[in-house]
């Protein structure tokens, strides 16, 4: 069973910048699975932000954050990273990074394993 324990949410102001992480534990490695983060706002339905296939190779990102968050992994540490940059209020919610053995050029559309999650609220 794969183990997910994300850090690096916190309370930021506008325009303001954070960075998520996501260690992986547990007898196995990475580099045969897709990463994803996901977050879920206040009143809000679960929304995928960003996922990473296992090689790397291919990103994608929700509209609503293109050019603003960046997705990347490190297999070596198990662990995957959500950059976000020039953060909006409507970016608050709790962010959960998830994980799925996959080894296709596209990201898949379901995942297996879960992480607590961690708060980000944006406000002034």
């Known amino acids: 069973q794969v183990q997910l324990v994300e850090s690096g949410g916190g309370f930021v102001q506008p325009g303001d910048s954070l960075r998520l992480t996501c260690e992986a534990s547990?007898?196995?490695?990475?580099?045969?699975?897709?990463l994803a983060w996901f977050r879920r706002a206040p009143g809000k339905g679960l929304e995928r932000v960003s996922c990473?296939?296992?090689?790397?190779?291919?990103?994608s990102y929700a509209d609503s954050v293109k050019g603003r968050f960046t997705i990347s992994r490190d297999n070596a540490k198990n662990t995957v990273y959500l950059q976000m940059n020039s953060l909006k209020p409507e970016d608050t919610a709790d962010y959960h990074c998830?994980?799925?053995?996959?080894?296709?050029?596209?990201?898949?559309?379901?995942?297996?394993?879960w992480g607590q999650g961690t708060q980000v609220t944006v406000s002034s």
């Open positions: 990473i296939t296992s090689s790397g190779g291919t990103t």
């Open positions: 998830a994980a799925q053995p996959h080894r296709g050029s596209m990201c898949p559309t379901s995942y297996g394993s």
């Open positions: 547990g007898a196995f490695t990475l580099d045969y699975y897709a």
